[in-house]
């Protein structure tokens, strides 16, 4: 494997957060992806990548190579293209879908990001709860939360949220803050219906069949419900970080929290993705930030 072909597979590692990841969608096997990263680190003296059994993290040095790696292979991208006599500049239009409040908060600075770069460009950002169909619904690029069951989809990870249960602080102070998720049964619980739709919270490998008294179809409503007192919900991180940060929910049961989802762009589009899904994902990339959790 040539260096490209290198930087390739390990920009690959870095968005998808996983070594195996990126070489499914490479058509790589893992070994050959190991190959490749340990052959940049032994050219460099550098550790790029830190290797958990649960995790893949950058270095510092890993993250200034990823940029310049990233960068190389763009422009390498960009030359093939205008040679091959395509225009590289976003134009037409556009359509994107993602998740509401998640889109409100994170897509849409993006959105109109591009909009004032690329005078030319149009874009039709559909905001919904609901997973779109790419194809069925003419979506080019959608943010997904979660992992991904349509193998046919190229994805860029743009990050990752967690699950996190709360109430407010005067609803814990007028009943006994639960120590395990089994204490929920003696609670007030407010359902999200597009989360909580098979009456069961699930904690890690524990799965809390849980009886809501309110059942909302956003997850606005169940935070705000719970900022009132009404009960116990979960939310995205993302979600929930506002009400937390502010002291008007409070987390509990951290110490069974579940494992982080990924955030995704997706498409159907790979190596030959075009100029307006690929000015996104990567803008996207630059300018989506999640919190940590709180």
């Not at 509990?252 to 075009?274: K, Q």
Request: proline share 5%.
């Amino acid at each position: 494997m040539d260096r490209l072909d290198a930087m390739q597979a390990f920009v690959a590692v870095a968005a998808q957060g996983s070594f195996a990841e990126a070489a499914r969608r490479l058509h790589l096997s893992p070994s050959a992806v190991t190959r490749a990263v340990a052959s940049l680190e032994a050219r460099l003296g550098q550790t790029l990548i830190r290797r958990t059994t649960r995790s893949v993290r950058l270095t510092p040095q890993g993250e200034g190579y990823l940029e310049h790696c990233r960068t190389i292979l763009q422009e390498l991208e960009a030359a093939e293209r205008q040679v091959r006599g395509e225009g590289a500049e976003p134009r037409g239009l556009l359509t994107v879908a993602a998740p509401v409040l998640f889109g409100r908060l994170h897509v849409l600075p993006v959105v109109t990001a591009l909009l004032k770069a690329h005078p030319s460009l149009s874009i039709r950002l559909t905001l919904s709860d609901r997973l779109a169909l790419l194809v069925d619904e003419g979506v080019d690029v959608a943010v997904r939360i979660g992992a991904l069951a349509d193998s046919a989809l190229f994805s860029t990870r743009l990050g990752e949220v967690e699950r996190v249960t709360v109430a407010s602080p005067a609803y814990l102070e007028s009943r006994e803050e639960p120590g395990a998720p089994a204490d929920l049964a003696q609670h007030d619980i407010i359902g999200f219906e597009n989360v909580d739709h098979n009456d069961a919270w699930r904690f890690g490998d524990v799965a809390v069949r849980v009886r809501p008294r309110l059942w909302v179809n956003s997850a606005e409503a169940a935070l705000d419900a719970a900022i009132e007192g009404a009960g116990i919900t979960r939310a995205l991180s993302y979600q929930a970080d506002a009400a937390i940060r502010s002291g008007r929910l409070r987390r509990i049961l951290e110490a069974f929290g579940s494992a982080p989802s990924p955030v995704s762009a997706v498409h159907f589009e790979r190596r030959d993705a075009s100029a307006n899904v690929a000015a996104f994902v990567r803008a996207a990339q630059e300018a989506i930030t999640l919190p940590a959790v709180p």
